[in-house]
């Protein structure tokens, strides 16, 4: 399944606890989040697209299609899912779309093929670590994208774990790692200053 798996990197928040600085074009170790990101997703899928609600010019250096929500309004990831699909649908031979999330450096190297081992042609699957669920790092079979769309339209809830939920996605659970005196759990995100200070530590001491 591996050839026909695209990447989709969600920079779409608004990071306000960030005071509104777009946090996925902060810089860890010298380099932009969003390009510590891509450098971990591209050994893992073919063709990869960011999705962003921000001026595209601010991601053009990084050589990718570069994508906005398709539905009005802010919806949160589950928009910016939709608007993968709907990117990825238009690519022949892809058949799932691997979502991860621009703040989130340390992600597991292979997660596209753990979650691919647990995936079919009309089920995907989400990982897991510590007993939480990261709804945003999770495969996504593009046959899913009409039933997305149905979901957001209806405006019950923009609940991307509600949709999981619906869609029926394997959990498939990835380890944390210990370094020396310190617990990593891979999905580590960042959402504040006190993060990124944290993910600087761990970057110059582990990555």
Do not use: C
């Amino acid at each position: 399944m591996a050839g026909h798996i695209a990447g989709l990197i969600l920079a779409g928040g608004r990071s306000s606890r960030m005071g509104g600085t777009d946090k996925t074009l902060l810089e860890l170790g010298g380099r932009p989040l969003t390009g510590l990101v891509l450098d971990r997703l591209q050994p893992q899928v073919g063709q990869i697209v960011i999705n962003t609600n921000a001026d595209h010019a601010l991601f053009a250096d990084f050589g990718v299609d570069v994508i906005s929500d398709t539905i009005s309004g802010y919806q949160g990831p589950l928009a910016g899912i939709l608007a993968g699909l709907e990117w990825a649908a238009d690519k022949p031979d892809v058949t799932h779309l691997l979502s991860v999330a621009g703040d989130t450096p340390f992600f597991p190297d292979d997660l596209a093929r753990r979650l691919a081992a647990h995936s079919g042609a009309s089920r995907g699957a989400v990982a897991t670590s510590r007993g939480r669920v990261h709804p945003t790092f999770a495969l996504w079979p593009v046959s899913l994208r009409d039933a997305l769309a149905t979901f957001l339209e209806s405006g019950d809830t923009r609940r991307v774990m509600t949709f999981i939920e619906q869609a029926g996605l394997n959990v498939v659970d990835f380890p944390v790692e210990q370094r020396g005196a310190t617990t990593v759990d891979p999905f580590f995100n960042i959402n504040t200053p006190e993060d990124l200070a944290d993910a600087k530590r761990l970057f110059g001491g582990a990555y």
